[in-house]
């Protein structure tokens, strides 16, 4: 059984995350079986991008690092708060973690903007939310990232996405990472995705 840690910091966007629930949990239940979610957080409650509240199954603290086989971000909204926990030495001491392991690490829009500001993407490309009236790309190139103008960039074990339109892509492509490609493509039917 694989793990993965979703992150989340305050501020998050729910569907982000949700989707990670989601497309891995429909795995444990209807596909392979072999997946399994932990939602982390740094607070007993989240407040998400539009206040829905979210109670994490786990404070980071509780949680040992090693237990996990990947590592799922969601984004979230600068106006929320999302960049205080994300920036935070406790986000990116986890981030180094999963990176130094190689271990898969999916992100979903300005969530790639944690591992920029932790200094893995240096030399390597990536996407954050690209709207022309968005400042996110210059802020990830100042990591200096590749920027790369697509929806979704796998540079090894990292995955990066472009905005939240991506976000069911990539929690597909994680649950790909982690299982087979013939699993996910049985797990996205059984979703209603073909």
């Known amino acids: 059984m694989s793990k993965t840690l979703l992150l989340l910091a305050n501020g998050f966007e729910a569907v982000e995350a949700s ?29 998400c991008t539009w206040n829905f509240k979210v ?16 590592l799922a971000i969601p984004g979230g ?17 986890v981030v180094h973690h999963f990176d130094a392991q190689k271990k ?6 300005v ?6 500001h932790s200094g893995i993407l240096k030399n390597k490309q990536a996407i954050t939310y690209n709207h ?15 920027i790369m103008n697509e929806r979704i960039v796998q540079t090894g074990h990292i995955v990066t996405s472009s ?21 996910t493509q049985k797990v996205k039917r059984l979703m209603g995705f073909q």
Request: aromatic content about 10%; some cysteine; proline content about 4%.
């Open 19 to 47: 989707v990670f629930t989601d497309v891995l949990g429909w795995n444990k239940w209807e596909g392979d079986g072999s997946t399994e979610v932990v939602t982390v957080g740094l607070h007993e409650e989240l407040q």
């Open 55 to 70: 109670k994490p199954e786990k404070l980071l603290h509780e949680v040992t690092l090693e237990d996990f086989d990947a």
């Open 77 to 93: 909204f600068e106006e929320a708060g999302f960049y205080v926990d994300a920036f935070s030495e406790d986000f990116q001491a």
């Open 104 to 109: 898969p690490i999916a992100t979903i829009c």
């Open 111 to 116: 969530a790639s903007l944690i591992l920029g």
């Open 132 to 146: 022309p009236t968005s400042k996110r790309l210059t802020q990830l190139a100042s990591y200096d990232a590749v």
């Open 163 to 183: 905005n939240p339109g991506t976000a069911f892509d990539v929690a597909f492509r994680l649950l790909e990472i982690l299982t087979t490609v013939t699993n």
